[in-house]
């Protein structure tokens, strides 16, 4: 299982929409607070429709924490600032994408704690600042999902 971090997510309707894309593509969600809203707003149960219930979603107190509780895993971290797509590289069953706030991304210190290799980009247009962080948890997601073969899905309706 792929796992998606959102480090200290502002937006409730992007966090429910990641909540019923993680349900989609089996990915266990992971919320590093302090949030930028409380987890009962109807805005974020508006955007997860009734998929809250379909998908594993775990907080965490800070950052040190989710790192204390998951040593051993390999974090990729989505940074403006990254010279890696993507899709240079190779994912494998346990690896965590880290994804920062909204309005400002990863804090540096946090994205110098990643080795540079680990450091993704997902491509834009010149002149434009970012996607929208449910946009790139989706990109990205589906690219590792992608590499695993779709394992889980269900087949095509007819």
Excluded at 25 to 41: M, R, T, W, Y
């Amino acid at each position: 299982m792929v796992h998606i971090v959102l480090y200290r997510p502002e937006i409730p309707y992007n966090t429910g929409n990641i909540i019923r894309l993680c349900a989609n593509v089996g990915a266990q969600l992971h919320l590093i607070h302090p949030l930028g809203f409380d987890l009962s707003e109807s805005k974020l149960r508006r955007a997860a429709l009734d998929y809250s219930d379909l998908a594993v979603v775990t907080e965490h107190e800070d950052y040190q924490a989710y790192l204390n509780k998951f040593p051993n895993r390999r974090i990729f971290a989505t940074s403006a600032w990254s010279k890696n797509f993507y899709t240079e590289h190779e994912y494998g069953d346990n690896d965590s994408f880290l994804f920062g706030p909204e309005s400002a991304g990863l804090p540096v210190d946090i994205v110098e704690t990643i080795p540079e290799e680990r450091r993704i980009l997902v491509p834009m247009a010149p002149g434009n600042r970012s996607l929208n962080i449910a946009n790139s948890v989706s990109v990205i997601a589906y690219e590792s999902w992608r590499q695993r073969g779709f394992e889980g899905a269900g087949p095509p309706r007819e």
